[in-house]
């Protein structure tokens, strides 16, 4: 069983900077690939960003390529996604997820949600 809790979101101004944290409780984090997703009023849950067990592969959506960074760390059970540059259709609640297969867009494969954390970008 894995609990996850997202922090860090906020109201920013376009071409600022915000960095969600998502905390995992449970022993077997380190075996879970680890996903960011957001999802925008009136639009499908999208994956973002996504990361191996181990942190050595990542995965970046074509839209947030050069602006986004994730990066995880097992000896504290957590996973960040750095945000940069950030534009107002970044705008959404991004939800971290852990699932057994690394960067696969389909939600159904995950088996873990967080809360969600919303992201505002300002004009």
């Known amino acids: 069983q894995v609990q996850l809790v997202e922090s860090g979101g906020g109201l920013v101004q376009a071409g600022g900077s915000l960095t969600l944290s998502c905390v995992a409780s449970?022993?077997?984090?380190?075996?879970?690939?680890m996903g960011w997703f957001r999802q925008a009023p009136g639009k499908e849950r999208e994956l973002v960003s996504a990361?191996?067990?181990?942190?050595?592969?990542?995965w970046r959506a074509d839209s947030v390529k050069g602006r986004f960074t994730i990066s995880r760390d097992n000896t504290k059970n957590i996973v960040w996604l750095q945000m940069n540059s950030l534009r107002p259709e970044d705008t959404a609640v991004y939800y971290c997820a852990a699932g057994r297969d690394f960067g696969t867009t389909s939600t159904s494969r995950y088996d873990y949600w967080g809360q969600g954390t919303q992201v505002t970008v300002s004009s």
């Open positions: 449970g022993r077997t984090f380190s075996q879970y690939a």
């Open positions: 990361i191996t067990w181990s942190g050595a592969d990542t």
